[in-house]
């Protein structure tokens, strides 16, 4: 008689720590392995359902996302378990495949459903599930059928709907700000039943304001647990929205 697949009813984080192996990094010069941050003591503690990491481009932070999503036994392309949705002969130097082979992590329990969304590849990963449920079913989820950010959304709402560990690289940048809102809702949701753990990466101030989420910095000098309103992001905003005219007019004087 064959077993039904045991669910865990332990709350997310499932993923609950990251560690550095040093053994296993043949060239330290190199990237990802010469980043600032990732020094002999590396750890990473996940303490909520939802992981926010953010910072300046060229700090580490999708490369960071990428070698979770690789450890997890994901795609660094993107896409789930077993999916290999683009031609990996061009793939980027700077892939997070040879830091996740460097990194130990510890689980409990050990989550094996869930997707890995990355909104570079995200056009190649929905038109290999439109053809694959195509020659099944004759019909598919028609993802690339809407307006990009639609298509976005509801790709969120279709990957994202049962038990797992989900990784998100800049699910904003197809999204309206409205449209940022309604995600805010759905990982507010996930927050709330803790029945899915997401780790994402992102240069959205309204996404980074999902109350209970673990906010994570990634500086030139390591990585630092923060708050909405002390990130750069968010100052930088309100600045602006405080003084849009003043604020344009300072930049604009200012030497680049």
């Known amino acids: 008689m064959s077993r039904r697949k045991q669910v865990t009813q332990l709350p997310a984080p499932f993923l609950r720590?990251?560690?550095?192996?040093p053994d296993r990094i043949a060239n330290r010069a190199a990237y990802p392995f010469n980043l600032p941050w990732l020094d002999?003591?590396?750890?990473?503690?996940?303490?909520?359902?939802?992981?926010i990491v953010l910072g300046e481009n060229g700090t580490g932070k999708s490369t960071l996302i990428e070698a979770l999503a690789a450890l997890s036994g994901y795609d660094e392309a993107g896409g789930g378990k077993g999916y290999r949705p683009v031609d990996h002969s061009t793939a980027l130097a700077e892939s997070g495949g040879p830091l996740a082979e460097a990194l130990r992590a510890s689980w409990l329990p050990k989550v094996t459903d869930g997707w890995f969304f990355r909104a570079e590849s995200f056009f190649s990963v929905a038109r290999y599930l439109d053809d694959a449920a195509r020659e099944v079913h004759s019909t598919g989820p028609d993802f690339l059928s809407w307006s990009h950010g639609?298509?976005?959304?509801?790709?969120?709402?279709e990957r994202m709907g049962r038990h797992g560990i989900y990784f998100l690289d800049e699910p904003e940048s197809a999204l309206s700000p409205r449209r940022q809102l309604d995600l805010l809702r759905f990982l507010d949701a996930?927050?709330?039943?803790?029945?899915?753990?997401?780790?994402?990466?992102?240069h959205s101030p309204i996404l980074m304001a999902l109350p209970g989420a673990q906010l994570i910095e990634v500086t030139r000098h390591g990585l630092v647990e923060t708050s909405?309103?002390?990130?750069?992001?968010?100052?930088?905003?309100?600045?602006?929205t405080a003084d849009p005219d003043g604020f344009v007019r300072d930049l604009l004087q200012s030497p680049p």
Do not use: C, N, W
């Open 17 to 21: 720590r990251l560690t550095l192996l």
């Open 40 to 51: 002999e003591d590396f750890a990473l503690d996940f303490t909520a359902p939802v992981t």
């Open 190 to 202: 996930l927050q709330k039943t803790a029945d899915r753990q997401v780790i994402m990466a992102t």
């Open 228 to 240: 909405l309103h002390q990130t750069a992001h968010f100052r930088l905003y309100s600045d602006f």
């Open 150 to 157: 639609e298509g976005f959304f509801r790709f969120f709402e």
